[in-house]
């Protein structure tokens, strides 16, 4: 889907949670100047969404002064073992891939990002306290894995990313940087990690449940990473 206004596939405003699972966002995107999302825009301080083993690829947003190529967020989202590949951030200057806007939160769980292209982030922070959470951010042409443009704390634990700027970031441990996550066929886009992968029984969440074939994730000692 497009949209001339913000969000490509998806507009948010309205109080609550709405929560979205095995959905495939694919190939939306936004026109004009200042319609943000190119798939999802989460417009509303009040507005909660929730994403459970979804896939964002392929989508865009077109104009210098609009922000987030799959998600912007002026509330708050949940994204829970979610795979974002092949997005396409338009400029590389205050932008990212996600965008948690002034207000906006974000906790990020057991999600993976790679083969992304542009943004100053993949993930652009310029709001309140957001989580990232056993998480892989790899292999994305953004300038960095995780920027802090805001003024609130951001608390990552046990992820694997290349790059970071900012001084708002708080990290607890358990964290990998510029290592190879080893993937199937990140040419392929299959980026299930092989079984030599660091990431591999890394990870201190068992959420989601299972993974995006459906199977548990649970099956060995600890689940993985991503």
């Known amino acids: 889907f497009s949209a001339n206004s913000r969000g490509g ?3 948010i405003e ?3 949670e709405i929560t979205f699972k ?4 694919h190939n ?3 026109t004009g100047s200042h319609d943000d999302g190119g798939a999802v825009s989460i417009n509303s301080v009040d507005a909660v969404g929730s994403f459970y083993n979804c896939i964002f690829s392929g989508n865009k947003n077109q104009s210098s002064s609009s922000q987030g190529s799959t998600i912007h967020v002026k509330g708050h989202v949940n994204l829970y073992g979610c795979l974002f590949y092949n997005n396409d951030c338009y400029g590389s200057y205050d932008n990212g891939h996600i965008y948690i806007d002034y207000y906006g939160t974000s906790h990020v769980e057991s999600c993976t990002f790679s083969k992304n292209i542009g943004g100053q982030g993949v993930i652009f922070y310029d709001g309140d ?3 990232m959470i056993n998480s892989i951010i790899y292999d994305n042409s953004s300038t960095y894995s995780i920027y802090d443009d805001g003024y609130d704390e951001i608390f990552i634990k046990n992820c694997l990313y290349e790059s970071y ?3 708002d970031f708080i990290f607890q441990g358990g964290n990998l940087q510029n290592i190879d996550p080893i993937f199937v066929n990140s040419n392929l886009n ?3 990690i092989q079984y030599s992968s ?3 029984n890394y990870s201190t969440s068992s959420l989601p449940s299972h993974d995006l074939n459906g199977f548990n994730r649970s099956t060995d000692s600890s689940p993985d990473m991503g």
């Open 129 to 131: 306290v957001s989580t």
């Open 198 to 200: 660091p990431c591999r």
């Open 22 to 25: 095995n959905v495939n966002f």
């Open 28 to 30: 939306n995107f936004t």
């Open 9 to 11: 596939a998806l507009y």
């Open 190 to 192: 299959d980026f299930r």
């Open 14 to 16: 309205s109080s609550g």
């Open 165 to 167: 700027f900012g001084s």
